[in-house]
């Protein structure tokens, strides 16, 4: 199995590393999962430079930051429609202000993988669209890793 790591990076104070790092442990440690982790794997699309110097280009050369961003959303995309089993996504105020998690969800949806959305917002505020490509919402990461015990791990009885 492998499972896709949706959330917020550019705007995230630590580009959601540390969520990820979590996660990924536990999906790797408990169940056996491998995660497609956009953090680590930018590394796979772009020079060393390119991971130093991009987001400066933001403000410097749009053109050259668009077409580093380019390969990383090729990439993911590219995961997303041939090796993923699932999505967890962090929705949390830094997702909301970027696009590439409302991308990936929509994609998810669009080619029937689940996606198990953790998020502390208010329901009422997550747009209709958002809501609609999640398979099940939780409150929190302990709350998600029991039922992805209960969902993936098999039963003693």
Not at 46 to 52: A, D, I, M, S, Y
Not at 96 to 125: C, H, R, S
Not at 142 to 149: A, P, Q, S, T, W
């Amino acid at each position: 199995m492998k499972v896709y790591l949706s959330g917020a990076i550019e705007h995230a104070p630590d580009s959601g590393k540390a969520w990820r790092d979590d996660i990924s442990a536990f999906l790797k440690m408990e169940l056996g999962h491998d995660c497609y982790n956009p953090l680590i794997e930018e590394k796979m699309y772009l020079t060393e430079e390119e991971r130093r110097k991009f987001r400066s280009f933001k403000n410097t050369d749009l053109s050259k930051f668009k077409k580093i961003v380019r390969k990383l959303m090729k990439g993911d995309l590219e995961s997303l429609n041939n090796e993923i089993d699932y999505m967890i996504c962090l929705w949390d105020s830094y997702a909301i202000q970027g696009g590439g998690t409302y991308g990936e969800l929509t994609f998810a949806f669009y080619k029937d993988i689940p996606v198990y959305m953790v998020t502390e917002e208010n329901i009422n505020e997550i747009s209709a669209w958002v809501l609609s490509c999640t398979t099940n919402i939780f409150e929190s990461f302990e709350e998600i890793k029991e039922f992805l015990r209960e969902r993936y791990l098999p039963s003693c009885g």
